[in-house]
């Protein structure tokens, strides 16, 4: 439970930075995981007609993002409890006891999955833990690995937010690549203790950022 609760206080703070009463605004968070759920799909690759080659880096981020909405529909309906602190952790028990990478024959398994949490988000318009937990484990993606990604995600969404994000003003193309594709540069070659990996990475981002 220890790095969802770490995760849940980081979404807090940076859903607080948004709007300070945030929790009665009624965002609709089921809307933003099923339009995630579609570049989720687009970076993976399903168009029949031609070749395509997954992006695995920007499927995994396009994960993180939805988990940000989830976790801030979780917080906000107060079902942030142990329990879903012990079905993340199933998560990692079962990646843990796969090759850890997606199979050829594994792939119309992931697409369904991602259809699946949709689905379940347009339909009942709340975030169901069950779909994402599978979506997950077909990837497979462990929680040790969406904490680490969700780090860096957030910190990348506090940079957009002081720097302009919510008033138009931020840029979100630096030399030709998206920030995400700055952000799991920088994430694989940091090199600090896990303490300090969020003031490093805002420094580097900061140092990359042309505005």
Not at 11 to 27: D, K, L, S
Not at 67 to 88: N, P, Y
Not at 163 to 176: C, D, I, M
């Given at each position: 439970?220890?790095?969802?609760?770490?995760?849940?206080?980081m979404?807090?703070?940076?859903?607080?930075?948004?709007?300070?009463?945030?929790?009665?605004?009624?965002?609709?968070?089921?809307?933003?995981?099923?339009?995630e759920?579609?570049e989720?799909?687009?970076h993976?690759?399903?168009?029949?007609?031609?070749?395509?080659?997954?992006?695995?880096?920007q499927?995994k981020?396009?994960?993180?993002?939805?988990?940000?909405?989830?976790?801030?529909?979780?917080?906000?309906t107060?079902?942030?409890?142990?329990s879903?602190?012990?079905?993340?952790?199933a998560?990692e028990?079962?990646?843990?006891?796969?090759?850890?990478q997606?199979n050829?024959?594994?792939?119309?398994?992931?697409?369904?999955?991602?259809?699946?949490?949709?689905?379940?988000?347009?339909?009942?318009?709340l975030?169901?833990?069950e779909p994402?937990?599978?979506?997950?484990?077909a990837?497979?993606m462990?929680?040790?690995?969406?904490?680490?990604?969700?780090?860096?995600?957030?910190?990348?969404?506090?940079?957009r937010?002081?720097h302009?994000?919510?008033?138009?003003?931020?840029?979100?193309?630096?030399?030709?690549?998206?920030?995400?594709?700055?952000?799991?540069e920088?994430?694989?070659?940091?090199?600090?203790?896990?303490?300090?990996?969020?003031?490093?990475?805002?420094?580097?981002?900061?140092?990359?950022?042309?505005?």
């Amino acid at each position: 439970m220890a790095m969802v609760r770490t995760m849940a206080e980081m979404q807090n703070a940076h859903n607080v930075q948004v709007h300070p009463e945030w929790r009665t605004q009624g965002y609709e968070y089921y809307r933003a995981i099923w339009v995630e759920c579609a570049e989720l799909l687009d970076h993976f690759g399903w168009k029949w007609w031609k070749k395509q080659i997954p992006d695995l880096d920007q499927v995994k981020l396009e994960i993180v993002d939805i988990w940000h909405f989830g976790l801030s529909d979780l917080i906000r309906t107060g079902k942030l409890d142990e329990s879903v602190g012990e079905a993340m952790f199933a998560v990692e028990t079962t990646v843990a006891a796969t090759a850890n990478q997606l199979n050829s024959g594994d792939v119309a398994q992931f697409r369904a999955a991602v259809e699946a949490l949709a689905e379940s988000s347009l339909s009942q318009r709340l975030f169901r833990l069950e779909p994402f937990q599978r979506l997950l484990e077909a990837l497979p993606m462990s929680l040790t690995e969406l904490f680490r990604l969700y780090i860096g995600k957030n910190v990348l969404n506090n940079f957009r937010q002081d720097h302009g994000y919510k008033t138009g003003e931020y840029q979100k193309l630096w030399s030709g690549r998206e920030d995400n594709e700055h952000l799991i540069e920088i994430l694989q070659d940091i090199e600090c203790a896990a303490g300090e990996v969020p003031q490093a990475l805002y420094s580097q981002l900061n140092a990359r950022y042309p505005g």
